[in-house]
Structure formats: C-alpha cells, structure tokens
C-alpha cells in the first residue's frame, strides 16, 4: 500500500532492511519524511503485506501486518 508516512508506518510491524525484514523505528521514518517535506517534495510511504485482504483492511484504517518498505 501507499500513503502518508505517518499513516503506513503506524499499520508496519517492520521494515525492509537490506532484502531482510528488520526492527522498524517509526520515529526515524517521521523524522525522514519531514526532512524530505522540508526540502519542498512531496512524501509517500510504501508498504507490503501477505495474505488475503491486507490491503483491504488497511485502507480501512485498521491495523495491519504490513512490512515498510521505503519512502
């Protein structure tokens, strides 16, 4: 799925880090995504998740077992 940082990262368990699933920081991913909004562009969040009806489920808002996968 794709959306507000502040969104995606808050439906994540963890991210992608070098090919591998690894502990997810949520607070560094803000802190990115606001330095990138200051230097004027525009920041969206991807995610990735398995199984039937995850992206469902988290355009509705409620909690995933999403994987963050980059900004």
Do not use: W, Y
Request: net charge negative; hydrophobic share 40%.
């Amino acid at each position: 799925m794709k959306g507000a940082p502040e969104r995606v990262v808050d439906m994540c368990r963890a991210e992608i880090h070098q090919g591998r699933e690894a502990a997810l920081d949520p607070e560094s991913v803000r802190n990115e995504a606001d330095r990138m909004g200051e230097k004027g562009l525009r920041v969206l969040a991807m995610a990735v998740g398995h199984g039937e009806g995850t992206a469902e489920a988290a355009l509705r808002g409620e909690p995933s077992d999403l994987v963050f996968a980059g900004l």
